[in-house]
């Protein structure tokens, strides 16, 4: 790491770092680089096998599609995302660091019961943005060709790892991955998760974009939802608040919707909704905050019931999802 640092120019030859390892992903070794100038940078390494119980590959080129992501939505959205510094063949970039004093963790903020349903909808205008910018691009659906990366990082660890566990639902799981992978609409984040987004004083910053793909955009809504919902558990004296911000997120970013009828990607995205939520139970990476045997089941006989109903739209299945919680 710190030859990469040299051989890109960050630092000069022999001046003192002190590097600190950041936790709390299970993809990637990042580090915190303090340099003796003053200056802080963050390196990033995608591993080969991801941090967890089960067996989870994925390929290490990610790394480079991550990187050609946050340059991408930069230039659509200044600072939505961290500046890249400096990268190379071998896994490694750099990127500026921001400092959590002054960009508070979104999945920290809502552990506390600090719900702001406006951020989730200044959020949804965010995302939606970048879903428009690169809706039906040529160039970028050929620079994003990550089909089998997004399959190894999310669809099979998700859906297919889920349908293994819940047999009877395989057909329906599968079904949504083979319409997911066949959606190539626009530049998808594929990790819209409360711990990857910081706000920031302008506005949210999306960071690790590893299962970068050009696809279909509805799987970013759904994935973001999915968490919100989960937190009425985690955080249930900011349940109210939580699908606030999830009626939100999805009622700003279906507006902005102008590739394709709203209707259509909504129903998309309300479809893989409850799939999304079984896979954070019994896929390869559930949420560690859900640990009673209570709770979990209570997903999983919500979510069940769903993936064979098709919910008609998000609000009815976020309807439901309160009144679930309520018995």
């Known amino acids: ?40 940078l963050c390196v990033k390494r995608a591993l080969a096998r991801l941090k967890v119980a089960q067996t989870w590959e ?38 500026t660091y921001l400092d959590p004093q002054h960009h508070p963790l ?27 910018a690169t809706a039906n691009d040529a160039d970028l659906a050929m620079q994003f060709r990550t089909d089998a990366s997004f399959y190894a990082l999310r669809l099979e660890p998700y859906l297919v790892a889920t349908a293994r566990v819940h047999p009877d639902l395989a057909e329906a799981l599968q079904s949504l991955v083979t ?18 987004i910081l706000c920031g004083p302008a506005g949210p910053i999306l960071l690790d974009a590893e299962c970068a793909w050009f696809g279909d955009p509805a799987f970013d ?9 989960l937190k009425c558990l985690w955080v249930p004296q900011a349940h109210a608040d939580l699908l606030q911000s999830a009626y939100a997120l999805s009622g700003r ?9 709203p209707a259509l990607l909504e129903a998309r995205a309300a479809a893989l909704l409850p799939g999304l939520l ?8 559930p949420v560690e905050y859900i640990q009673t045997e209570a709770q979990k089941n209570q997903v999983r006989v919500f979510a069940r019931h769903w993936i ?16 679930h919680l309520q018995t």
């Open 179 to 196: 319409i997911t992978a066949h959606h190539r609409v626009a530049l998808v984040h594929g990790d819209v998760s409360p711990k990857n």
């Open 221 to 229: 809504l759904a994935f973001c939802l999915n968490h919100l919902l």
């Open 253 to 261: 970013y279906l507006a902005g919707v102008n590739w394709e009828t």
């Open 58 to 95: 994925a390929p290490i080129e990610r790394n480079r599609y991550e990187r050609l992501w946050l340059d991408t939505a930069n230039r659509i959205r200044t600072g939505i995302a961290p500046k890249v510094l400096a990268y190379d063949d071998a896994g490694y970039f750099a990127m």
């Open 106 to 132: 979104w999945k920290t903020e809502l552990a506390n019961a600090r719900v702001q349903p406006d951020f989730a909808d200044r959020l949804g205008e965010a995302l939606v943005q970048l879903h428009a």
């Open 278 to 285: 079984l896979a954070r139970i019994d896929g390869k990476s």
């Open 308 to 323: 064979t109903q098709s919910p008609p739209d998000i609000s009815t299945l976020c309807h439901a999802w309160h009144q």
């Open 1 to 40: 790491m710190l030859d990469f640092l040299q051989r890109s120019g960050c630092i000069p030859a022999g001046m003192n770092v002190n590097a600190q390892p950041l936790t709390g992903g299970v993809s990637s070794d990042i580090w915190k680089i303090d340099l003796a100038d003053g200056r802080t």
